[in-house]
């Protein structure tokens, strides 16, 4: 599978996008101007968006988690226009549009103590960080 090479401080971007009968996922490097589309049809509800950072996989499982300190989601962090948004029924906007349905997720270890803990949103309704929590 092609891959989209990256470096620490690149501006990464992801897509999904459905057409009526096909999903077609873009993963860029907005930096170095380098690209990947895969298109696909799956059955899915289309009911929700996830934006997450987590640990790398790879065939034989999931690697050890790594620290990758602090991401910088959304608009205000990378000046790319409709950064973080989703479409779902008759709402199309940034994270904050879709209001008591937005859930935050934090990546707890083992011991149930937290690894990786997502910021509020900033006032633009789309940019928040991540930030990995060390031991």
Same mark, same amino acid.
């Given at each position: 599978?092609?891959? &989209? ?19 077609t996922l873009t ?25 997450? &950072? ?33 479409t779902n029924g008759? &709402? ?15 990546? &707890? ?7 990786a803990v997502p ?17």
């Amino acid at each position: 599978m092609p891959t &989209v090479p990256e470096s620490p401080g690149d501006k990464i971007s992801a897509e999904a996008r459905y057409n009526g009968s096909q999903f077609t996922l873009t993963i860029a490097n907005e930096t170095a101007g380098k690209s990947f589309s895969k298109k696909s049809k799956v059955a899915a509800k289309r009911s929700s968006a996830e934006f997450v &950072v987590e640990a790398p996989s790879s065939d034989t499982g999931i690697l050890p988690r790594s620290d990758f300190g602090k991401t910088s989601l959304g608009q205000d962090f990378t000046a790319v226009n409709d950064t973080n948004y989703a479409t779902n029924g008759s &709402v199309t906007g940034p994270i904050s549009d879709f209001g008591g349905s937005v859930k935050e997720i934090i990546m &707890v270890n083992g011991e149930g103590k937290d690894k990786a803990v997502p910021s509020a949103l900033k006032t633009d309704g789309s940019s928040f960080r991540q930030a990995w929590k060390s031991e």
